[in-house]
């Protein structure tokens, strides 16, 4: 059985052929890269090579962000790019443009590629209706968009939700993505940045339009939010999302709790990255932690978010070998 085969028999609850998927769903930090090439580590490794370094399975993860790579830029983190509907206006140009769809095109085409000499997980992903108008507005700026600018924010999620309708229908002539991806950020360690009401009013609409585009394929649908989303996995599966990740623990994220709460609902990710700079026997123990819900399917363990520059390459080989073993032992 191929990777790609054991990655989406494990998402429809189907028993894996002899282990789980062993991965990364997402790159390290360039921090913690640098400080693994310091420690031995081959510099010359790409981040493809270092993943068949560790023994992983491969991921390749492509998508865009709607936005042209000339597109204006915050002048500081967190910033926004827009505060009004003229000034949405004046940035449309930069925004949700053909050659985007064509850039992402030949992205799928040599991921095709990929995927059929490589045998490798195709993660596809593009930014989502709260995620991409706090670009736009800026963090602070867009939580008072809902209630200052309600229009604005109803108009950039139905051009947004157009142009995801537009890439995913290229996209998908060329390529059978593994997995699709609505990137969120929306919750925190204390649950949503807004309310239920909300969700529906400004969110629900435009993931029921996309996400059947994004499952006509057969591929499972996840948000990608940072923080607690366990409180928000009701709303998240009446707007047709399978899953969610990356399942923060530090943020309270309780896996098994999820899966007697949720038996359906998906789940990757969930391993808490703060034990990796600790004792082999810590990493151990949250395997054990993680091992009933590994055996009961629909879950592929990963780090909680990208492994932090506190994690020693020696450490980092030891989980990736815990990692492997409790993949086999889950089966």
């Known amino acids: 059985m191929t990777v790609r085969e054991n990655f989406r028999r494990v998402l429809n609850f189907e028993k894996p052929d002899g282990r789980l998927p062993a991965i990364e769903w997402a790159a390290w930090w360039d921090v ?3 400080r693994w090439k310091r420690e031995g580590l081959p510099a010359e490794l790409d981040t493809f090579a270092i993943i068949r370094h560790f023994g992983l399975d491969p991921l390749l993860s492509i998508g865009s962000n709607g936005r042209s790579d000339d ?3 915050p002048v500081s983190y967190g910033q926004g790019i827009i505060g009004n509907e003229a000034d949405y206006a004046a940035l449309k140009p930069y925004l949700f443009g053909d050659q985007l769809i064509a850039a992402m095109i030949e992205k799928a085409r040599v991921a095709a590629v990929r995927q059929k000499s490589d045998d490798l997980i195709i993660y596809f992903w593009v930014e989502g209706f709260f ?5 736009l507005f800026g963090i602070m700026d867009h939580l008072y968009a809902f209630y200052d600018h309600p229009e604005l924010m109803h108009r950039i999620n139905r051009d947004l939700s157009d142009f995801h309708i537009r890439l995913i229908e290229a996209v998908f002539q060329f390529l059978t993505p593994d997995i699709m991806v609505l990137a969120e950020d929306m919750s925190y360690n204390k649950g949503s940045m807004i309310s239920r009401e909300m969700f529906r009013e400004f969110l629900l609409p435009y993931y029921r339009k996309v996400i059947p585009h994004m499952k006509k394929a057969g591929c499972k649908v996840f948000i990608d939010s940072d923080g607690d989303v366990t409180p928000m996995i009701p709303w998240l599966t009446e ?5 969610a990740l990356p399942l923060e623990r530090q943020a309270g994220v309780d896996i098994p709790r999820i899966r007697r709460e949720y038996p359906r609902f998906l789940m990757l990710g969930g391993y808490d990255k703060m034990v990796m700079s600790r004792q082999a026997a810590d990493m151990r123990g949250e395997f054990e932690r ?3 819900v590994m055996k009961s399917g629909g879950y592929i363990p990963s780090v909680d978010h990208l492994t932090p520059p506190e994690v020693s390459l020696q450490n980092y080989m030891i989980y990736a ?10 089966i």
């Open 321 to 330: 070998e815990l990692l492997k073993e409790y993949t086999i032992k889950a």
């Open 290 to 292: 993680l091992l009933p």
């Open 71 to 73: 597109c204006p830029k």
């Open 239 to 243: 707007a047709g999302f399978d899953g």
């Open 32 to 34: 913690t890269i640098d």
């Open 131 to 135: 995620w991409f108008p706090r670009v």
